[in-house]
């Protein structure tokens, strides 16, 4: 009967300790927020939304420098939502799938209708060809991106992000209006595997930086703040010119990391989380000599 009665109190101490546990980590959840606060990141990106879907109209009716406009805010929406949720605590899986719902109008179909009704409708059939596969790969992309979230390395995207390539379509329009060029056989010959270019991008395994990590709290270079400023300068004097620069600069920067030897590599089985395939983590080119 001892060894029983030792056995009964050691599973009590247990569940005394595990239940003691549970009560200091919820003394440690923070105090919840006003109701209002959760309201913040959803209507912001309810406004990224909103503008994809009035940039997709004014596609239809053929004000395109308008349409690339709105799309240029929804970026900016969308970059806002994210930090605004993690900043007000309020960050949940609704907001998830709410932002990527609204990313798939803002930064899928939205630039799609523009390319195609800017650029790519001399193509006919060709041509809806072309838009729904760069709408079938942003879909893809982000859902890709919502399964490796737990995963997925800070410091880079495993692909082309979903804004990045509506950005550069967008500014594509801008540039093309700031220099008021007319030459619409070169544009649909420019644009067609560009947007093709794109769709893969989106979908490929190649590097691209990701500021998500970035600390604003560290002192920054010299060198860095000086590039900041300018690049504000620009946005100030020739926002189109700048907002294509800018964009182009990003997507070129993943075939240039690919080119220095960076690739996304895959966590071993036994590192994987549950339900996850696969994990885009940064891992630099091994040096010679050493096991890859």
Excluded at 87 to 100: H, I, L
Excluded at 112 to 125: E, F, H, K, N, V
Excluded at 131 to 144: D, E, F, H, I, Q
């Amino acid at each position: 009967m001892k060894p029983r009665t030792d056995r009964n109190r050691e599973s009590r101490a247990r569940m005394r300790l595990i239940s003691g546990r549970l009560r200091e980590q919820r003394k440690k959840v923070a105090v919840p927020l006003k109701r209002g606060v959760f309201l913040v990141p959803a209507t912001i990106t309810s406004l990224g939304l909103l503008a994809g879907f009035y940039s997709l109209t004014s596609s239809v009716n053929q004000h395109f420098e308008l349409a690339a406009l709105m799309i240029a805010l929804a970026f900016v929406c969308d970059g806002l939502d994210g930090r605004v949720a993690r900043a007000s605590r309020t960050s949940s899986q609704f907001g998830v799938e709410y932002d990527s719902l609204s990313d798939v109008v803002a930064f899928g179909v939205a630039p799609a209708t523009l390319a195609y009704s800017w650029a790519l409708r001399p193509l006919g059939s060709l041509a809806i060809v072309v838009s729904g596969l760069y709408v079938v790969c942003a879909a893809l992309r982000l859902a890709r991106f919502n399964v490796q979230t737990a995963s997925a390395d800070k410091r880079r995207f495993t692909g082309l992000p979903v804004p990045g390539a509506a950005a550069m379509l967008a500014g594509i329009v801008l540039a093309y209006s700031y220099f008021e060029l007319n030459l619409p056989r070169t544009l649909c010959a420019v644009m067609t595997p560009l947007t093709l270019a794109l769709a893969g991008l989106m979908i490929s395994r190649v590097p691209y930086p990701s500021f998500k990590g970035l600390d604003l709290h560290k002192k920054a270079q010299i060198e860095l703040m000086i590039a900041v400023l300018v690049v504000a300068a620009m946005l100030f004097a020739m926002p189109q010119f700048t907002w294509f620069a800018v964009a182009t600069t990003y997507v070129l920067s993943g075939p240039y990391l690919l080119a220095r030897g960076e690739r996304i590599a895959t966590v071993p089985a036994a590192l994987k989380p549950v339900g996850a395939e696969t994990s885009p983590l940064h891992k630099p080119a091994p040096e010679r000599g050493k096991a890859s």
